[in-house]
């Protein structure tokens, strides 16, 4: 069973930076495509990136140009850097893995999660 271990988060002010990590233990998973989603207080779980086996990103609009999801050579680190953060950022950040070269913005399309770290960014 795979597992996705993410690191990174913690507490910022606004217009501060982040890198958030996630590793996968196995490295067959090297041709999965990956996300990132994140899930605030009372809300439903939130779609941020996703990149894929050919390194094709897609973003929500809220976060393109701010935030960047990238992959280290061997596929099986999947990074979030977030810069320029809001308030409105806060939120629980997990990252996740789907079986298959396509991503998907869709949490129900991914069958392996991390534990999720939490972003905290102060006004």
């Known amino acids: 069973q795979v597992q996705l271990v993410e690191s990174g988060g913690g507490l910022v002010q606004a217009g501060g930076s982040l890198r958030l990590s996630c590793a996968a233990s196995?490295?067959?998973?090297?041709?999965?495509?990956m996300g990132w989603f994140r899930q605030a207080p009372g809300k439903e779980r939130e779609f941020i990136a996703y990149i894929n086996y050919y390194d094709t990103v897609h973003y929500q609009p809220s976060v393109e140009g701010r935030f960047t999801i990238s992959r280290d050579n061997a596929k099986v680190t999947v990074f979030l850097q977030m810069n320029s953060l809001k308030p409105e950022d806060t939120a629980v950040y997990y990252c996740?893995?789907?079986?298959?070269?396509?991503?998907?913005?869709?949490?129900?399309?991914?069958?392996?999660w991390g534990q999720g770290t939490q972003v905290t960014v102060s006004s």
């Open positions: 996740a893995g789907r079986s298959g070269y396509a991503g998907s913005r869709y949490p129900h399309d991914y069958e392996y």
């Open positions: 196995e490295r067959s998973f090297n041709t999965n495509a």
